[in-house]
């Protein structure tokens, strides 16, 4: 393992690009503990005029939350700076699908984003359009029915993301994927759209946020599944850290493989 996260260690950038996207958790920080040189690699883009743009399929907290997050943990953000999936979500379906009544399994700041930008949510699964997925910790039998029965009835089924789990200090916790998973096993219905990582929809609105063009442009991530998956899809470059997610052995069986992998954010600076 030392001998393969030494060699995935030396594929590293070695010029400046016109933006970044890096992703929060196992990226960026792991809970509330910045993860080795991040602080220092974000001030370094900064003082070089480069915009960092943060990503997080994580629903959990609004934008302004995750803003304040890295604020207090040493990187000051104002919430513009930052793109995660709830966010995304409401700007998708205030475009496609404006007035929309809609089943959120979801937990409340999800909920309040969602009725804050104009959708009326129900519980009733004859009332319902959309079925929306969210990371929720309260997920239980009731949700499943209502989603189950909505679905049957003709209701389109949307999620935030397809994570199956979501890292922690302490191993990790069972995330949207999961519950995208068992809405599916119930009804025989796969999900009609998903917003997040890796999804063309969020790499539009990463890319519209961060300005610059998708060739000079580097997507940062722990995932292969998603940051990497997303940032090959959008045509930005792509880089794989193993502070998170994936082994420094999976990241050296990746096919297509990332365009650098690093042992920590640092790295991302030209020697």
Known sequence: MAAA?????????????????LDLDGTTYLGEALLP???E????????????????????HTRADYAA???????????????????????????????????????????????????????????????????????DYRKLQIAFDAIRAGARFVATNRDAYCPTPEGGLPDCGAIVAAV??????????????????MGAALLERLGTPPPDSLMVGDRLETDVAMGRAAGMVTALVLTGVTTALAAEAADPAPDFVLDRLDQLLPA
């Open 5 to 21: 996260a030494r060699a995935a260690g030396r594929r590293r950038p070695d010029r400046w690009f016109a933006g970044y996207a």
């Open 37 to 39: 040189g991040a602080a």
């Open 41 to 60: 690699t974000v001030a370094a883009l900064r003082l070089r005029g480069r915009p960092v743009v943060f990503l997080s399929n994580n629903p959990l």
């Open 69 to 139: 997050k890295l604020t207090r943990l040493g990187i000051p953000t104002p919430p513009e700076d930052v793109v995660n999936s709830s966010w995304v979500l409401v700007r998708h379906l205030q475009r496609t699908a404006p007035g929309a009544r809609l089943f959120v399994i979801g937990e409340p700041s999800a909920q309040r984003e969602l009725a804050e930008a104009g959708f009326r949510l129900v519980d009733r699964a004859a009332e319902v359009d959309i079925v929306v997925a969210c990371f929720d910790r309260t997920f």
């Open 184 to 201: 599916e096993a119930a009804t025989g219905h796969r999900v009609d759209e998903v917003v997040g990582k890796p999804s063309p929809i």
